[in-house]
């Protein structure tokens, strides 16, 4: 999709179904079926400041691997290529990968809300719903997405988060429903919207498992991101 003249794009979303997962898998390991890291690579190609936004039940461990250490220029020599990556998921304490994914002030991992940092890890516990925290944790996301000046967003798209995925399940998981997902892209789209220019999104598969809710599930996200982005 067009970076370099947003405002004359007849689209600011692009979805891409890939197989497997990649959000888990680093420089030099992977977990959880992901073997390459799709969001990365797309991040890195694009070559603007960029914001991985990881919305997967399960932490992006992998991107935030890649991209932790990112908080000098890019390539060009300027800083509008640094990459953010924003985790929102269950919390290591409860659910895989356990060693990564901690909130800023634990022991076990950095983490900031400061634009110089790389990374931003937003766990949940076992069990939230829409309205209990998952909103508010995105909101929170898409305030530091707009303060770190992001001038595209690479949305790594789990859904394993719907309530009864088969994945997630074993250990309680998250409890989204089906109309929770419209909400969500809304909530995306609208934050984007008052930038001054159209940010471009690249959303890209992840997980989720209920198979006879994800294609809609994945629908009502990319139809809330494009509508909100239109009103």
Same mark, same amino acid.
């Not at 390459?36 to 070559?47: E, F, I, S, T, W």
């Not at 394993?160 to 399940?169: K, R």
């Not at 929770?180 to 995306?188: A, E, L, R």
């Not at 999104?201 to 992840?206: K, N, W, Y």
């Given at each position: 999709?067009?970076?370099?003249?947003?405002?004359?794009?007849?689209?600011?979303?692009?979805?891409?179904?890939?197989?497997?997962?990649?959000?888990?898998?680093?420089?030099?390991?992977?977990?959880?079926?992901?073997?390459?890291?799709?969001?990365?690579?797309?991040?890195?190609?694009?070559?603007?400041?960029?914001? &991985?936004?990881? %919305?997967?039940? !399960? +932490?992006?461990?992998?991107?935030?691997?890649? #991209?932790?250490?990112?908080?000098?220029? /890019?390539?060009?020599?300027?800083?509008?290529?640094? &990459?953010?990556? %924003?985790?929102? !998921? +269950?919390?290591?304490?409860?659910?895989?990968? #356990?060693?990564?994914?901690?909130?800023? /002030?634990?022991?076990?991992?950095?983490?900031?809300?400061?634009?110089?940092?790389?990374?931003?890890?937003?766990?949940?516990?076992?069990?939230?719903?829409?309205?209990?925290?998952?909103?508010?944790?995105?909101?929170?996301?898409?305030?530091?997405?707009?303060?770190?000046?992001?001038?595209?967003?690479?949305?790594?798209?789990?859904?394993?988060?719907?309530?009864?995925?088969?994945?997630?399940?074993?250990?309680?998981?998250?409890?989204?429903?089906?109309?929770?997902?419209?909400?969500?892209?809304?909530?995306?789209?609208?934050?984007?919207?008052?930038?001054?220019?159209?940010?471009?999104?690249?959303?890209?598969?992840?997980?989720?498992?209920?198979?006879?809710?994800?294609?809609?599930?994945?629908?009502?996200?990319?139809?809330?991101?494009?509508?909100?982005?239109?009103?």
């Amino acid at each position: 999709y067009n970076t370099h003249n947003k405002k004359k794009a007849t689209s600011n979303v692009v979805y891409a179904l890939c197989t497997h997962p990649g959000h888990h898998a680093a420089y030099d390991s992977f977990g959880g079926y992901c073997y390459v890291n799709h969001a990365a690579m797309a991040a890195k190609l694009l070559q603007r400041r960029v914001c &991985i936004l990881d %919305i997967d039940y !399960h +932490c992006g461990n992998g991107s935030a691997s890649i #991209f932790e250490d990112d908080h000098n220029d /890019g390539c060009d020599g300027h800083d509008h290529a640094m &990459i953010k990556v %924003i985790s929102i !998921h +269950c919390h290591p304490d409860y659910e895989y990968p #356990f060693h990564s994914g901690f909130e800023a /002030g634990d022991d076990q991992e950095a983490s900031s809300t400061t634009t110089k940092s790389s990374t931003l890890h937003l766990p949940l516990l076992p069990g939230t719903t829409w309205e209990s925290s998952y909103k508010q944790a995105l909101e929170r996301a898409m305030d530091e997405i707009e303060a770190f000046g992001a001038e595209a967003l690479v949305l790594s798209m789990g859904l394993d988060t719907l309530q009864g995925d088969p994945c997630a399940i074993r250990r309680a998981g998250f409890r989204l429903t089906a109309d929770d997902y419209v909400k969500m892209g809304k909530v995306i789209g609208q934050k984007l919207s008052r930038s001054e220019s159209t940010i471009p999104v690249l959303v890209i598969q992840e997980g989720g498992y209920k198979m006879d809710q994800v294609p809609k599930a994945a629908a009502d996200v990319l139809m809330g991101i494009a509508k909100a982005g239109a009103d």
